[in-house]
Structures are given as structure tokens and as C-alpha cells.
Nanobody, 124 residues
Framework: QVQLVESGGGLVQAGGSLRLSCAAS????????MGWFRQTPGDEREFVAA????????YYAESVKGRFTISRDNAKNTVYLQMNSLKPEDTAVYYC?????????????????WGQGTQVTVSS
């Protein structure tokens, strides 16, 4: 069973940057596809980015493409989300998710494990 712990959230002004981290413990991290999602109160969970087990494939939501970068360090059992040019509409709780699989997915239901989330607030 994988346990995921997000960190790096906080308050930032519009145009600023944050880097989120998701540390995993449990079975070999390198066998897991990873994803980042976000959610605001009253809204559906929204896909942000995904990365396959090796890091060779990444995929982004249109709303973050060109501003966010997902990456992973399998030696450190950690996946990252570098967020640049942040906008107020990026404000949300950000969650990382994992599934033991060689592929990847933008669908939240595809993932088996979730972290507790980290709050990102972007002020205008």
C-alpha cells in the first residue's frame, strides 16, 4: 500500500511560483504512475498533470499547460509539480495520486491512492 504526503502549498501573489512535492512510501515508487489533481469547495475534482512511471511521458490540463511542470525523482520516491505564473483561478487544494501501472491517466477514478492534499492560494 502506497502512502502519499503532499507539501509545498501556501499563499502566493499572482504571477508567482510554488513547487509542490508528493513523497511516497510503500512499494517501489518507480512502478507507479502519478497524477496531480485539484479541487475547490463545491467543485468537481480537476485533473492537473500526470506522469508515467519513468517520467518519459507527461500530460497536462489545457488550463496549466506551459505554466506547470510535473516531474519525478524515483530515487527520492517523490513527484513534483512546479507551478509558475500562478493565477487566482489556480487556488485550490492540490492532491497527488498514484497507481501501480506502466501507463498514465487524466481520470481521477483510475488512481488507487491519494494524499491528504495541500492548499494553494493565489492572491490577485
Amino acid at each position: 500500500q502506497v502512502q502519499l504526503v503532499e507539501s509545498g502549498g501556501g499563499l502566493v501573489q499572482a504571477g508567482g511560483s510554488l513547487r509542490l512535492s508528493c513523497a511516497a512510501s510503500g512499494p517501489p515508487f518507480s512502478t507507479y504512475a502519478m497524477g496531480w489533481f485539484r479541487q475547490t469547495p463545491g467543485d468537481e475534482r480537476e485533473f492537473v498533470a500526470a506522469i508515467n512511471w519513468s517520467g518519459s511521458i507527461t500530460y497536462y490540463a489545457e488550463s496549466v499547460k506551459g505554466r506547470f511542470t510535473i516531474s519525478r525523482d524515483n530515487a527520492k520516491n517523490t513527484v513534483y509539480l512546479q507551478m509558475n505564473s500562478l493565477k487566482p483561478e489556480d487556488t485550490a487544494v492540490y492532491y497527488c495520486a498514484a497507481r501501480e501501472h506502466t501507463g498514465w491517466s487524466a481520470g481521477g477514478d483510475w488512481y488507487d491512492y491519494w494524499g491528504q492534499g495541500t492548499q494553494v492560494t493565489v492572491s490577485s
